[in-house]
Protein backbone atom coordinates (compact mmCIF):
# COMPACT_ATOMS: atom_id res chain seq x y z
CA UNK A 1 0.00 0.00 0.00
CA UNK A 2 1.27 3.20 -0.97
CA UNK A 3 1.85 5.96 1.47
CA UNK A 4 -0.14 8.93 1.32
CA UNK A 5 1.28 12.34 -0.16
CA UNK A 6 4.05 13.80 1.58
CA UNK A 7 4.15 17.65 3.61
CA UNK A 8 6.28 19.86 4.64
CA UNK A 9 5.26 22.78 6.52
CA UNK A 10 7.33 25.82 7.06
CA UNK A 11 6.29 28.14 9.79
CA UNK A 12 6.84 31.99 8.45
CA UNK A 13 5.39 35.33 8.90
CA UNK A 14 3.19 37.39 6.75
CA UNK A 15 5.66 39.91 7.80
CA UNK A 16 8.62 39.47 5.25
CA UNK A 17 10.69 41.64 4.06
CA UNK A 18 9.79 42.82 0.16
CA UNK A 19 13.39 43.01 -0.84
CA UNK A 20 16.17 40.90 -0.58
CA UNK A 21 19.97 42.88 -0.20
CA UNK A 22 22.20 39.33 -1.73
CA UNK A 23 25.44 41.39 -0.26
CA UNK A 24 24.26 41.87 2.99
CA UNK A 25 22.74 38.53 3.94
CA UNK A 26 24.42 38.84 7.42
CA UNK A 27 23.45 41.77 8.45
CA UNK A 28 27.25 43.23 8.25
CA UNK A 29 26.92 46.10 6.59
CA UNK A 30 22.88 47.23 8.34
CA UNK A 31 21.30 45.49 10.22
CA UNK A 32 17.97 46.08 12.32
CA UNK A 33 16.55 43.26 15.09
CA UNK A 34 12.94 43.77 13.08
CA UNK A 35 14.72 44.00 9.93
CA UNK A 36 16.67 40.88 10.33
CA UNK A 37 13.32 38.72 11.66
CA UNK A 38 11.60 40.28 8.39
CA UNK A 39 14.40 38.65 5.97
CA UNK A 40 14.71 35.58 8.13
CA UNK A 41 10.78 35.20 6.97
CA UNK A 42 11.48 36.29 3.60
CA UNK A 43 14.31 33.44 3.64
CA UNK A 44 11.72 30.93 4.69
CA UNK A 45 9.07 31.54 1.98
CA UNK A 46 12.37 31.52 -0.94
CA UNK A 47 13.27 28.67 0.54
CA UNK A 48 9.88 26.73 0.77
CA UNK A 49 9.19 28.09 -2.70
CA UNK A 50 12.58 26.61 -3.96
CA UNK A 51 11.91 23.51 -2.01
CA UNK A 52 8.29 22.99 -3.59
CA UNK A 53 9.96 23.38 -7.28
CA UNK A 54 12.78 20.71 -6.37
CA UNK A 55 10.08 18.26 -5.21
CA UNK A 56 7.32 18.91 -8.03
CA UNK A 57 6.37 15.18 -9.55
CA UNK A 58 7.75 13.52 -5.59
CA UNK A 59 4.58 13.51 -3.87
CA UNK A 60 5.88 15.85 -1.50
CA UNK A 61 4.07 19.25 -1.08
CA UNK A 62 6.18 22.03 0.88
CA UNK A 63 3.80 25.14 2.09
CA UNK A 64 4.82 27.91 4.49
CA UNK A 65 1.97 29.07 6.86
CA UNK A 66 1.76 31.96 8.87
CA UNK A 67 -0.31 31.67 12.52
CA UNK A 68 -0.72 35.26 12.42
CA UNK A 69 -0.34 37.17 15.77
CA UNK A 70 -0.37 35.18 18.43
CA UNK A 71 -0.39 34.84 22.52
CA UNK A 72 3.16 33.65 22.87
CA UNK A 73 6.56 34.36 24.64
CA UNK A 74 8.12 35.45 20.64
CA UNK A 75 10.00 37.71 21.35
CA UNK A 76 10.29 38.04 25.35
CA UNK A 77 14.11 38.17 26.20
CA UNK A 78 14.36 40.22 22.61
CA UNK A 79 15.58 43.86 23.14
CA UNK A 80 14.15 45.96 25.49
CA UNK A 81 13.38 49.67 24.23
CA UNK A 82 10.70 50.34 22.33
CA UNK A 83 10.81 47.07 20.57
CA UNK A 84 10.32 45.44 24.22
CA UNK A 85 7.39 47.97 24.58
CA UNK A 86 5.86 47.67 21.53
CA UNK A 87 5.49 43.56 21.98
CA UNK A 88 4.26 43.80 25.08
CA UNK A 89 1.62 46.52 24.37
CA UNK A 90 0.38 44.37 21.03
CA UNK A 91 0.27 40.92 22.98
CA UNK A 92 -2.56 42.58 25.09
CA UNK A 93 -4.50 43.37 21.95
CA UNK A 94 -7.39 41.32 20.80
CA UNK A 95 -5.58 41.68 17.59
CA UNK A 96 -2.90 38.72 19.18
CA UNK A 97 -5.13 35.29 19.12
CA UNK A 98 -4.31 32.47 21.49
CA UNK A 99 -1.53 30.24 20.64
CA UNK A 100 -4.04 27.27 19.78
CA UNK A 101 -6.08 29.19 17.82
CA UNK A 102 -3.10 30.70 15.66
CA UNK A 103 -1.83 27.19 15.85
CA UNK A 104 -4.95 25.91 14.10
CA UNK A 105 -3.76 27.22 10.68
CA UNK A 106 -0.39 25.70 11.03
CA UNK A 107 -2.69 22.22 11.66
CA UNK A 108 -4.98 22.85 8.78
CA UNK A 109 -1.52 23.47 6.50
CA UNK A 110 0.03 19.68 7.60
CA UNK A 111 -3.17 18.17 6.69
CA UNK A 112 -5.57 20.43 3.97
CA UNK A 113 -6.13 17.51 1.42
CA UNK A 114 -6.70 20.36 -1.02
CA UNK A 115 -3.03 21.74 -0.92
CA UNK A 116 -1.68 18.08 -2.26
CA UNK A 117 0.43 19.22 -5.21
CA UNK A 118 -0.18 23.43 -4.46
CA UNK A 119 3.38 23.85 -3.14
CA UNK A 120 5.18 26.78 -2.64
CA UNK A 121 2.34 29.07 -1.23
CA UNK A 122 1.88 30.85 1.60
CA UNK A 123 -1.06 30.52 3.62
CA UNK A 124 -2.40 32.03 6.76
CA UNK A 125 -6.11 31.19 8.07
CA UNK A 126 -6.78 28.42 5.67
CA UNK A 127 -6.22 31.38 2.99
CA UNK A 128 -3.17 31.74 0.51
CA UNK A 129 -1.63 34.87 0.53
CA UNK A 130 -0.25 36.58 -2.86
CA UNK A 131 2.99 36.46 -2.76
CA UNK A 132 4.64 39.97 -2.99
CA UNK A 133 8.16 41.73 -3.71
CA UNK A 134 11.08 39.05 -3.59
CA UNK A 135 8.76 36.05 -2.18
CA UNK A 136 6.76 36.21 -5.99
CA UNK A 137 10.79 35.81 -7.36
CA UNK A 138 11.41 32.27 -8.43
CA UNK A 139 14.77 32.95 -9.48
CA UNK A 140 15.61 34.56 -6.62
CA UNK A 141 14.64 31.74 -4.70
CA UNK A 142 16.63 29.22 -6.33
CA UNK A 143 19.56 31.74 -6.15
CA UNK A 144 19.25 31.91 -2.12
CA UNK A 145 19.30 28.33 -2.12
CA UNK A 146 22.61 27.98 -3.85
CA UNK A 147 24.08 30.99 -1.24
CA UNK A 148 22.85 29.08 1.49
CA UNK A 149 24.33 25.23 0.22
CA UNK A 150 27.66 27.43 -0.08
CA UNK A 151 27.58 29.10 3.00
CA UNK A 152 26.66 25.52 4.73
CA UNK A 153 29.08 23.86 2.70
CA UNK A 154 26.98 21.94 0.80
CA UNK A 155 28.06 20.64 -2.14
CA UNK A 156 25.17 20.79 -4.93
CA UNK A 157 25.65 17.99 -6.92
CA UNK A 158 26.11 15.43 -3.85
CA UNK A 159 23.09 16.74 -1.78
CA UNK A 160 19.77 14.45 -1.11
CA UNK A 161 17.47 17.37 -2.92
CA UNK A 162 20.21 17.40 -6.23
CA UNK A 163 19.25 13.75 -6.48
CA UNK A 164 15.52 14.34 -5.40
CA UNK A 165 15.41 17.09 -7.94
CA UNK A 166 17.22 15.61 -11.00
CA UNK A 167 14.65 12.18 -9.92
CA UNK A 168 11.24 14.28 -10.19
CA UNK A 169 12.78 16.43 -13.10
CA UNK A 170 13.58 13.12 -15.49
CA UNK A 171 9.86 11.04 -14.27
CA UNK A 172 12.41 8.44 -12.36
Keep these: MAAPAGRI ?16 L ?24 ELAERLDGAGVTA ?4 PGAAK ?49 GLFMRRKALKLKGAAADQALAARVWRISEAQAGIDPERSSMAVVSSRTRSGA
Design 26 to 49: QGQRKYSFFGAYRISKLGNVLFTR
Design 9 to 24: VNVTSEIYSRKLDLDN
Design 72 to 120: TNFGGQGPGGVMGLLTGVLRRTPVFRPADEAAKGIVWAAIAPELNGDGG
Design 63 to 66: VSVS
